[in-house]
């Protein structure tokens, strides 16, 4: 069975499609949640509430547009708003992160310097970085997730990048290779 067919059912009120929905669903969620909260406890809880609010409001999604720009809308703004509830001095709580075997996907598997420094960087440019390079969202599609202006979310990719590279190539100096 396909996502639509789980959508179709799950509409219907299908508990069997709900499920095979979350386990298709379920670890994707949790890297990226946890990518972008710093915390997989709190990534944890956002993706268990994220799942509810899908299944409670699966009828108010129009299946004329993508799923998943929807669905990680969802779980990119449950992950904000608990990262709004958390308290100002776990902030500079950071686990290490780099080697959780829970987050390796093919794009991080030798690149933990890089993955430490996007997740030193702040939520503007972090979360944007995220969507566009880990899950493949287009700038027009992260636009919707964020509820940002397309221009902002590319004004703040270049700015990510930017960043990037500053603390990849600290010095300033290019490779002589090139």
């Known amino acids: 069975m396909e996502k639509d067919e789980w959508i179709v059912m ?3 009120g299908d508990k069997e499609s709900f ?20 915390n997989r406890e709190m990534a944890k809880d956002a993706v268990q509430e994220t799942f509810i609010r899908v299944y409670r409001q699966i009828r108010s999604y ?11 809308r969802i779980l990119t703004n449950e992950c904000l708003r608990l990262l709004k509830k ?8 950071h686990p290490d992160l780099e080697n959780n075997p829970a987050l390796s996907e093919e794009s991080f598997d030798h690149l933990s310097d890089l993955y430490a420094i996007i997740q030193s960087l702040d939520d503007a440019h972090r979360i944007p970085l995220i969507l566009k390079y880990i899950k493949g969202f287009s700038e027009k ?38």
């Open 86 to 93: 958390e308290s100002p001095l776990s902030k500079y709580e």
């Open 62 to 72: 129009n299946s004329k547009l993508p799923f998943d720009p929807w669905f990680y």
């Open 19 to 38: 499920r095979h929905f979350y386990n298709a669903y379920s670890e994707s969620a949790i890297r990226i949640a946890t990518a972008i909260t710093r």
């Open 141 to 178: 599609e992260i636009a919707e997730i964020l509820s940002l202006n397309q221009n902002t979310v590319k004004s703040r990719l270049f700015k990510g990048r930017k960043r990037l590279k500053e603390q990849l190539n600290p010095t300033g100096k290019e490779d002589s290779m090139q």
């Open 10 to 12: 799950i509409k219907k």
